[in-house]
């Protein structure tokens, strides 16, 4: 006999799916039985057990990101539901296709407030493409198709409910009869073009330009040569988000890589420049650091019509596959002679890199510079690296010191901007790719959200990767440095320890405890090394690295605002403030003379 369990199992497989992430629970019950006789008849799914359904989701979302197919998660009914949420928003805000397959109790206890029933639709509505409820065996074909292919299309989290007695019913053979829909296992393409007279329409706009920026999302991913192609022939200058660091090459010499506060001076530079804008799949949400309305004329493609025009006033809107659109685009595009805009943001690039590093070569009385611990990593990443970072201070010096080259990948929960995905999209990484080195960036806050735990579920998996090398860097500060420094530029308010101090643990320890290479870093000079003694491990590494928590995460252009909103929270009592004045001041010391006004302590006087 055939089950629903059984046929939901071989159709996931029909779907291209060979790893699911998941956590059991009696409301998935029959459904956790069908996966492990599955798998014993060798006819299964890998099953990856991470300690928290939260961490199934964010597992699942980056399996997403970093392999292009549909990631898939499953967890039990209300509890294991209710946390996969945090993750689900992950792929939702970061249009990622993931399948949820959430148990439910029986159908005869729906509506009657039993122990752990909730109205899993309702609650799942805002953040799910598509979410469904199987009420018969003979409706399972037909929803889970719609959420894989809903998920694929609109580039979401679609949501499968399995109430625990339909999970055992016997699958019928489905034949030709009313309300009963035969569907099949067949993913939609999504290589969009747009018509002939928009293509020719937008080769028009950006001909008339002469100095083209193309903004580069992590819609483009898969598309790196038609990007390139398409930015030569129009002498464009190349900036990327942060998620999509890795679609464009680092060696690139007119890619100024990412815009805004963790962004780079030539890409602001860039934005106040351009007469042309180019939007190549992302919706970049940052609108204060794109041009003036009418400054450049825009052109934006992507996938998600909604997302159109909604940033910037574009002239043109054309939904479409970023690779294929470009694919019709470039035969359509004039060879530009004059690469004098490319030139001057290459030369500005040169300029700033030294910049980057004189920075990260700043000794802190406090505590190791953290741009030193990313600076040299960036100089060791070995061909193929993946690498993630957590969204609080780690993201900074991710944007501003890693340079990915063709091949490597990098990434980090974006629009949600959670700080727990840096370890789950790590350990994903590694299961997606098990013969490449993952190097996992992570704040001492984040890690220990996530970090602690899933260094548990690496001790359960390590064993069966090709490639065991994954080395985890912890920015040990015992402080929520991210926001302590928002605190302070944002809303002009002082540090609060009360909220702001992080716990101090010997994580390196906690690694050592679990059978891993633990190494303490406290000085600059044992930086170096200790990446050295990771790439050399054939296993699981810990970098616990003791670094200053008042280096300040400059942004490229130091704004009026910015200085006086430091200023006065150092004023209002800032237990901080001594160290901060002296650290700010080497930072922007090294910036140079250009960079200099407005500083902290010129601002400080005046308040004063």
């Keep these: 006999m055939t089950t629903v369990s059984d046929f939901v199992i071989q159709r996931i497989r029909q779907w291209g799916v060979s790893r699911v992430f998941a956590f059991p629970g009696d409301g998935i019950g029959e459904f956790d039985g069908a996966l492990g006789a599955a798998q014993r008849s060798g006819d299964g799914l890998q099953y990856v057990r991470p300690t928290h359904e939260e961490i199934c989701a964010l597992m699942a979302t980056a399996h997403a990101k970093f392999t292009g197919e549909v990631g898939v998660c499953i967890a039990t009914s209300s509890p294991g539901a209710f946390h996969l949420l945090n993750g689900l928003y992950d792929a939702q805000m970061d249009n990622q296709p993931v399948v949820a397959i959430i148990g439910q109790q029986g159908l005869d206890a729906l509506g009657t407030f039993t122990q752990q029933e909730s109205n899993l639709e309702r609650m799942l509505a805002d953040v799910a493409v598509y979410v469904q409820t199987v ?9 889970l198709d719609t959420a894989f292919r809903t998920a694929q299309v609109r580039l979401g989290p679609a949501v499968v409910v399995l109430p625990h007695d339909v999970q055992g019913m016997q699958m019928p053979e489905l034949a030709p009869q009313n309300w009963v829909s035969r569907s099949s296992a067949v993913a939609p393409s999504i290589a969009i073009t747009p018509p002939e007279t928009d293509i020719r329409q937008a080769a028009s706009i950006i001909n008339a330009g002469s ?15 038609e990007v390139l192609k398409a930015a030569q022939l129009c002498g464009a200058g190349i900036i990327t988000t942060l998620r999509a660091k890795d679609v464009v090459p680092s060696d690139v010499a ?6 805004g506060l963790l962004g780079s001076l030539p890409s602001v530079h860039q934005m106040s420049g351009c007469d042309t804008l180019v939007l190549l799949g992302t ?8 041009p003036p309305t009418g400054q450049a004329r825009a052109v934006q493609v992507d996938l998600k019509p909604e997302q159109m025009g909604l940033r910037y006033p574009t002239e043109l809107n054309l939904w479409g596959d970023v690779k294929a659109t470009l694919t019709a685009l470039i035969p359509h595009l004039d060879a530009k002679r004059d690469h004098s805009w490319q030139s001057k943001v290459a030369d500005e690039m040169v300029e700033w890199e030294s910049e980057m590093e004189a920075q990260a070569l700043v000794g802190y009385d406090d505590g190791v510079n953290p741009r030193r611990v990313y600076h040299e990593l960036n100089k060791r990443l070995p061909p193929q690296a993946i690498v993630t970072a957590d969204a609080g201070s780690t993201a900074d010096w991710y944007g501003h010191h890693i340079r990915l080259r063709r091949g490597m990948r990098g990434d980090l929960s974006g629009r949600l901007a959670s700080m727990l995905a840096a370890m789950p999209y790590a350990t994903a990484a590694k299961f997606a790719y098990p013969d490449r080195c993952v190097i996992c960036t992570i704040g001492d806050g984040a890690f220990q959200m996530l970090g602690l735990n899933e260094l548990i579920t690496i001790k359960k998996y390590a064993q069966e990767w090709e490639n065991p090398q994954l080395i985890i860097m912890v920015l040990h500060n015992d402080d929520l440095t991210q926001v302590s420094w928002e605190m302070r530029t944002e809303d002009a308010n002082p540090v609060w320890p009360e909220s702001q101090d992080v716990e101090s643990v010997d994580y390196a320890g906690w690694a ?9 870093v406290r ?22 690295a003791y670094t200053s928590k008042n280096v300040p995460p400059l942004p490229p252009h130091i704004t009026l605002q910015f200085a006086e909103n430091t200023a006065e929270a150092l004023l209002k009592g800032d237990p901080e403030e001594p160290t901060v004045l002296v650290d700010s001041a080497k930072a922007l010391v090294t910036e140079g003379i250009e960079r200099i006004k407005g500083t902290l302590h010129h601002d400080k006087k005046r308040d004063d």
Excluded: C, K, M
């Excluded at 007119?254 to 815009?259: F, G, R, V």
């Excluded at 919706?283 to 794109?290: A, D, R, V």
């Design 254 to 259: 007119y890619h100024s890589q990412q815009l």
């Design 512 to 520: 050592q405890l679990l059978g891993f290479t633990g190494i303490q």
């Design 523 to 544: 000085t600059d000079d044992e930086v170096g090394a200790a990446w050295d003694a990771a790439f050399a491990n054939h296993g699981v590494t810990l970098i616990d």
């Design 135 to 143: 009420v018969s065996p003979a409706q399972a074909q037909a929803v």
């Design 283 to 290: 919706n970049y949400p940052y609108g204060q650091f794109l």
């Design 211 to 225: 100095r083209v920026t193309f903004l580069v999302g992590h819609g483009a991913d898969g598309a790196t040569d």
